[in-house]
């Protein structure tokens, strides 16, 4: 199965879909591109939003767009979020309302900046004190800053995992290393990060079928098999 863990869908939410007729667009645009459930991910800063306040709207949202989703056969939906790190994080009692349909994973995007230890010890503290599994959004996004050999060190040292758009795979400032760290397969998910229709549309499809006609069908295959022990995930949370 093709799992989408990242997309901006749920309308009205962030600066993703606007309303519930982009978001159906979204999914179709999806479930043309092969991908059977998909996990949507409204942005959550900590600084600025509050967490009850957000977490329900975003869930009344949510539930109608699943419904009509649903309705028009549509892939299946999942929620979760796109956690903007935050200072201490590891030590904040609310992660687990923004982890993936109540699973141990959550997909936290980093600051645009240099990564520090301080960041890198808090990430991994967020899996080892709270037993979650931090995924990092859009891993390409980071490397040019001082500290990105750290994290991908991380990454392999530990259950964190990384995930690359779609988009970076098939062009622009981030194609080489999307690549590179495919091939050494540091990256477990190609997600669409898909904001819109027209300005920021899912490229799932092309993406994988691009890994596969330059490094053969089985370059694709750990994204199935992580994309399915993931969704077998959904829904059970860390074990207490
Ligand atoms: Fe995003």
């Not at 109540?102 to 960041?119: F, H």
């Not at 027209?198 to 694709?220: N, Q």
């Amino acid at each position: 199965m093709i799992l989408d863990i990242h997309a901006h869908i749920i309308p009205g939410v962030d600066d993703g879909a606007s309303n519930i007729s982009e978001a159906l667009g979204l999914l179709k645009m999806l479930k043309t591109q092969g991908v059977d459930a998909v996990i949507a991910t409204p942005h959550f800063y900590a600084d600025t939003l509050n967490l009850d306040e957000y977490t329900q709207r975003v869930s009344q949202s949510f539930a109608v767009l699943k419904q009509a989703a649903q309705t028009q056969g549509l892939p299946e939906l999942f929620l979760g979020y796109e956690v903007f790190y935050f200072n201490n994080m590891s030590n904040s009692d609310e992660l687990k309302k923004l982890c993936i349909n109540q699973s141990r994973y959550i997909l936290i995007e980093l600051p645009y900046a240099d990564i520090n230890d301080r960041i890198l010890n808090d990430i991994y503290n967020i899996q080892s004190n709270q037993g979650l599994i931090p995924i990092i959004a859009h891993i390409e996004r980071y490397s040019k800053f001082r500290g990105f050999e750290d994290l991908l060190r991380l990454i392999v040292n530990s259950d964190i995992e990384a995930q690359i758009n779609a988009d970076a795979v098939l062009g622009g400032p981030f194609k080489r290393i999307s690549i590179k760290l495919i091939l050494n397969e540091m990256c477990s998910y190609i997600a669409s990060d898909a904001h819109s229709v027209s300005k920021r549309p899912p490229m799932i499809a092309e993406a994988y079928k691009k890994i596969e006609k330059k490094f053969g069908p089985e370059a694709t295959r750990p994204f199935y098999r992580h994309g399915e022990n993931l969704y077998r995930q959904l829904g059970q949370p860390v074990p207490v």
